[in-house]
């Protein structure tokens, strides 16, 4: 069942990723969606910081994804991709794409939080947790929905 919360500042924002982020383990995807603007990278703020990874988070948009070391041994990395860059060529091969980085990372032993990555992420993970950020017309308040998907 989707969850939902009013995010009214950017602070609120930072707050719920960073509850979602103490909640991921090894394995899991996260998928943030929404149009530009919505939020997504600072929400991966969060979800870095309930996680203790090393920052600093920015948008990973022109070299497709940045792995965030676990800052204690046994918890997992943070893996934050972008595939906004991707999303105009047709068929494209999102694992393919991670393989080719050579990211030094196993995606099993981390968590993957994917910008832009609706339709593409079903091949990474059997379930995923599907984040969908809205902005309010002329406004700073954002509507963050939230679920676990089975692919």
Same mark, same amino acid.
């Given at each position: 069942m989707a969850e939902q919360q009013t995010l009214d500042r950017a602070q609120d924002t930072i707050a719920l &990723?960073?509850?979602? &982020?103490?909640? @991921?383990?090894? &394995?899991? #995807?996260?998928?943030l969606s929404g149009p530009l603007g919505a939020g997504k990278t600072v929400l991966a703020k969060g979800i870095a910081a309930g996680m203790d990874v090393e920052g600093p988070v920015t948008s990973p948009t022109f070299v497709l994804a940045r792995v965030h070391r676990a800052r204690r041994a046994g918890n997992p990395d943070?893996? $934050?991709?972008?595939?906004?860059?991707? @999303?105009?060529? $047709? &068929?494209?091969? @999102?694992l393919g794409e991670l393989d080719s980085l050579d990211l030094d990372t196993d995606l099993e032993d981390a968590v993957v939080v994917v910008e832009w990555g609706e339709g593409l992420v *079903?091949?990474?993970? *059997?379930? $995923?947790?599907?984040?969908?950020? *809205?902005?309010?017309?002329e406004s700073d308040?954002?509507?963050?929905?939230? *679920?676990? #998907?089975s692919s």
């Open positions: &990723g960073s509850k979602l &982020g103490e909640q @991921l383990r090894a &394995g899991d #995807v996260v998928v943070m893996i $934050h991709v972008d595939v906004y860059r991707l @999303l105009d060529q $047709h &068929g494209a091969d @999102l *079903e091949r990474l993970a *059997e379930r $995923h947790l599907d984040i969908r950020l *809205e902005r309010l017309v308040v954002r509507i963050a929905t939230w *679920e676990w #998907v």
